[in-house]
């Protein structure tokens, strides 16, 4: 599907539908009833519209639309917005995911007429707003269905009276918008991907064939013997179970113009392609959906990758960590010790706590880069949906400035992030009689941020760090228009992408 830019438009771009805005003016008194807002309409609309008696009863009102054709043979798609004043952002997103979905379903084009749809004036926003949330919408798993049923929308295009001028900084926020969306994709068909297919080591590969398509990016993978090498001991604890090797993905990406004040983010991701909890087996109903337990290495390679299609003006590096979490005579016993990279030893009470073992090896090599931060994403713990339920991101860390860009990075792409705090007695709670930790609390609360606090002993002190638990957002998010009712949601990335491209 093409997203096509009609400036000074002087005629539609389609003749099968076109999409128009409608908004709203509340009545003066109660009794009144709201009145639609249609000024912004050509007049050709305003006749036609007047003309059907039925159209009285069409107020631009949120959540209503009206269908009425033109004598030229379009037909006309009017979307109530409600009153304009209160269009935000993310209602501009879910309304135009929604308008999406409605006219993909029956056509095979569609011409908006985004004049109509203008955020606050600003033409550059609403344009990748809609783009953004059109490729997202666009998205389906559909790989492993015998009978596919393919989209017919083929093209949309964006008709306005701005002037031509303005065409090259739009048609480069429709490239950037495209390049985050395709990342978002590939976020979710990795997370989609079953974990009889997705091993580790297919997993790694796939990755590898993706980057190696990128510029200024080199790829590494450490193996098995290199872990070993690297003396990995947490990491390797988790996979000894595994009929499949590990692998620790490496990316290194350099922007095109390098000064002493370029900037370097390091990203880390959990890639467990599935977790059977290990010895410490989860029940039936626990494990089944399992396979998402690599969505935190899916969602950093995704903001990794649209950062560095749209050009980061700063050095990344990512650093996926990737096994299963499986059980045969070798697997990892609980009250196992093992040492990690940086030498700490750590008793092993539950082999279900394996993501913390992963990302406390991989947070260790990535500090061996000396970045300016790390910015860890994963499904970590059950207990962030106690907490924030399943919509929201869970953000901890040891540096409050990198907390609060990230909080404002949320906030600019409309994703829900909120803090929770790491306090000494969670710290404390993590360390163990016999060694110098151990993988879970004493006790369930506060399961999160313990996670983190176990965490935090493998982030070298002067480096900056942030976790983000995404165990509830990375799954369904059925509220949300622009992503699939169920599998992989890709949130997070579009934060993420943008904390980068603003490092
Ligand atoms: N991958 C899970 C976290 C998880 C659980 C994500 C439920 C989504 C839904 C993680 O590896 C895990 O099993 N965590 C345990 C930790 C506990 C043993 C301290 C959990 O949350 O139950
Ligand atoms: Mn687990
Ligand atoms: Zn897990």
Redesign the pocket.
């Not at 499904?379 to 949906?385: F, I």
């Given at each position: 599907m093409d997203i096509i830019l009609n400036l000074n438009a002087k005629s539609y771009s389609s003749d099968e539908v076109l999409v128009v805005a409608a908004y709203s003016k509340a009545g003066k008194q109660k009794k009144d009833p709201a009145q639609l807002v249609n000024s912004h309409w050509s007049s050709d609309l305003k006749e036609a519209f007047s003309a059907i008696n039925a159209a009285a009863t069409f107020t631009g009102t949120a959540g209503t639309k009206f269908l009425f054709p033109l004598a030229s043979g379009e037909m006309v798609l009017a979307w109530g917005l409600g009153e304009k004043s209160k269009l935000s952002s993310e209602s501009l997103r879910k309304e135009s995911a929604k308008i999406y979905s409605l006219v993909s379903s029956g056509h095979a084009e569609a011409a908006l007429q985004l004049d109509g749809f203008t955020l606050k004036g600003n033409l550059e926003k609403t344009v990748g707003i809609i783009s953004e949330a059109v490729g997202m919408t666009a998205y389906s798993y559909d790989k492993h269905k015998s009978k596919k049923s393919p989209c017919k929308f083929k093209k949309l295009f964006l008709d306005s009276s701005a002037a031509k001028s303005k065409a090259k900084k739009l048609q480069a926020v429709l490239d950037a918008k495209k390049n985050l969306t395709d990342s978002i994709a590939i976020a979710r068909d990795f997370v989609n991907d079953p974990p009889n297919i997705q091993s580790s080591v297919y997993y790694a590969k796939e990755v590898e064939k993706d980057a190696k398509k990128l510029k200024r990016v080199k790829v590494k993978i450490l193996g098995k013997p290199e872990l070993k090498k690297e003396k990995m001991g947490m990491f390797l604890s988790v996979n000894a179970g595994s009929g499949f090797d590990p692998r620790l993905v490496h990316l290194t990406y350099t922007p095109a113009k390098v000064t002493k004040k370029t900037k370097h983010v390091a990203l880390v991701g959990?890639g467990?392609v599935f977790?059977t909890?290990g010895y410490?087996l989860?029940p039936a109903a626990?494990m089944a959906?399992?396979k998402?337990?690599m969505a935190g290495s899916a969602t950093v390679y995704a903001a990794f990758r649209a950062a560095v299609l749209n050009n980061a003006p700063v050095k990344i590096s990512c650093f996926l960590g990737m096994t299963d979490?499986a059980v045969n005579s070798f697997a990892t016993m609980p009250d196992s010790i093992v040492t990690a990279r940086n030498g700490k030893t750590v008793e092993v009470l539950?082999t279900?706590?394996?993501?913390r073992l992963v990302l406390g090896d991989v947070l260790d090599y990535a500090c061996d880069q000396k970045p300016d931060c790390i910015i860890d994403a994963a499904?970590?713990?059950?207990?962030?949906?106690i907490a924030l339920g399943t919509e929201v991101c869970g953000l901890m860390g040891n540096d409050k400035k990198l907390r609060d860009n990230l909080m404002k990075s949320a906030a600019a792409t409309d994703e829900y992030m909120w803090q929770l705090p790491i306090i000494e007695e969670w710290r404390d709670d993590m360390k163990s009689n016999i060694a110098d930790l151990k993988?879970?609390?004493g006790s369930?609360w506060g399961?999160s941020a313990?996670?983190a606090a176990f965490l935090e002993n493998f982030v070298k002190d002067d480096i900056s760090w942030a976790h983000l638990d995404i165990?509830?957002c990375a799954?369904d998010q059925g509220h949300l228009p622009y992503c699939p009712k169920k599998g992989a949601s890709g949130l997070v990335v579009r934060s993420l992408e943008h904390f980068i491209q603003n490092a």
């Open positions: 959990k467990l977790d909890g410490s989860k626990a959906g399992m998402f337990d979490n539950n279900d706590a394996e993501g499904t970590l713990t059950g207990a962030v949906l993988n879970i609390g369930r399961g313990k996670a165990a509830g799954g």
